[in-house]
């Protein structure tokens, strides 16, 4: 594996399974591979990962739009070396955290607010997204991204890595409440959402839910864009790919995203 620009490798980052990784992906901070980056946030490279409304956030284009080039050594690019395509992207935020519940913040929209505002020196990483692309899921790459956000946090100095989760599998049950679906779990005693189990393989434990953690405030007319549905009268409406109800008022559409904290010690 090349190394970043930091001289850290494979090994250096700590990954704790790197057998799980295909011999042929590479990874590279995007400060290595500023093209790669750029190519990485055009259409298309990371397709329906997110529902068209999670692009909309009150607040998460003021820190998303922070990643480069202010963090770029803590955002990772999986890169196919066959073929050089990109098959997968973390984006993660140092931020100052004092390691308690009371100063945890409150949810991603907090979380990256406080990385791009901040009153000391960051002593914390936290996840933001991890992405992958269509044609390589399905072969473990979602687990290997983990483990690297994990490694650059530890190659830093920041510890733990956070993640304010966005459950896979909660916009099938968007009338059960965040905490209520986060303890639901399978025979064997793992999470009963996909992503959690994910996150429970590899050691994180859930500190506590965030019933609200991104904001998305918008026109009606536009959340019917997004949603392809039609809201003839003010009230809360389930819609396609939403974890939660959309409030609908007054011509304006407001719907509060929630996460599940998630920490993996380093």
């Given at each position: 594996?090349?190394?970043?620009?930091?001289?850290?490798?494979?090994?250096?980052?700590?990954?704790?399974?790197?057998?799980?990784?295909?011999?042929?992906?590479?990874?590279?901070?995007?400060?290595?591979?500023?093209?790669?980056?750029?190519?990485?946030?055009?259409?298309?490279?990371?397709?329906?990962?997110?529902?068209?409304?999670?692009?909309?956030?009150?607040?998460?284009?003021?820190?998303?739009?922070?990643?480069?080039?202010?963090?770029?050594?803590?955002?990772?690019?999986?890169?196919?070396?066959?073929?050089?395509?990109?098959?997968?992207?973390?984006?993660?935020?140092?931020?100052?955290?004092?390691?308690?519940?009371?100063?945890?913040?409150?949810?991603?929209?907090?979380?990256?607010?406080?990385?791009?505002?901040?009153?000391?020196?960051?002593?914390?990483?936290?996840?933001?997204?991890?992405?992958?692309?269509?044609?390589?899921?399905?072969?473990?790459?979602?687990?290997?991204?983990?483990?690297?956000?994990?490694?650059?946090?530890?190659?830093?100095?920041?510890?733990?890595?956070?993640?304010?989760?966005?459950?896979?599998?909660?916009?099938?049950?968007?009338?059960?409440?965040?905490?209520?679906?986060?303890?639901?779990?399978?025979?064997?005693?793992?999470?009963?959402?996909?992503?959690?189990?994910?996150?429970a393989r590899l050691g994180g434990r859930v500190l506590r839910c965030e019933p609200r953690s991104m904001q998305v405030?918008?026109?009606?007319?536009?959340?019917?864009?997004?949603?392809?549905?039609?809201?003839?009268?003010?009230?809360?409406?389930?819609?396609?790919?939403?974890?939660?109800?959309?409030?609908?008022?007054?011509?304006?559409?407001?719907?509060?995203?929630?996460?599940?904290?998630?920490?993996?010690?380093?």
């Amino acid at each position: 594996m090349r190394p970043t620009p930091h001289g850290l490798e494979w090994q250096h980052w700590r990954v704790r399974a790197p057998e799980r990784a295909p011999a042929w992906l590479e990874v590279f901070s995007a400060e290595e591979r500023p093209q790669s980056w750029e190519l990485a946030q055009t259409e298309g490279t990371f397709p329906d990962v997110w529902p068209e409304y999670n692009h909309h956030g009150d607040n998460a284009g003021a820190y998303f739009g922070e990643l480069y080039p202010r963090f770029a050594r803590y955002q990772a690019l999986f890169v196919d070396g066959r073929s050089g395509a990109l098959a997968a992207r973390a984006r993660t935020v140092p931020f100052e955290w004092d390691g308690t519940l009371d100063d945890l913040p409150h949810g991603i929209d907090a979380v990256g607010m406080r990385a791009i505002s901040p009153v000391g020196a960051p002593t914390a990483l936290s996840a933001l997204a991890a992405e992958v692309a269509p044609s390589y899921r399905g072969l473990g790459l979602s687990g290997v991204v983990l483990q690297v956000m994990a490694a650059i946090a530890a190659s830093t100095g920041l510890s733990p890595l956070v993640a304010p989760v966005r459950p896979s599998w909660k916009d099938r049950y968007p009338l059960v409440p965040i905490e209520r679906y986060a303890a639901w779990v399978r025979q064997d005693g793992l999470p009963f959402d996909p992503w959690l189990r994910v996150h429970a393989r590899l050691g994180g434990r859930v500190l506590r839910c965030e019933p609200r953690s991104m904001q998305v405030t918008a026109s009606v007319r536009d959340w019917e864009a997004w949603t392809g549905m039609t809201f003839p009268e003010d009230g809360d409406y389930v819609f396609p790919g939403g974890l939660a109800l959309l409030n609908i008022s007054g011509g304006s559409g407001s719907y509060w995203e929630p996460n599940v904290w998630v920490q993996h010690d380093i």
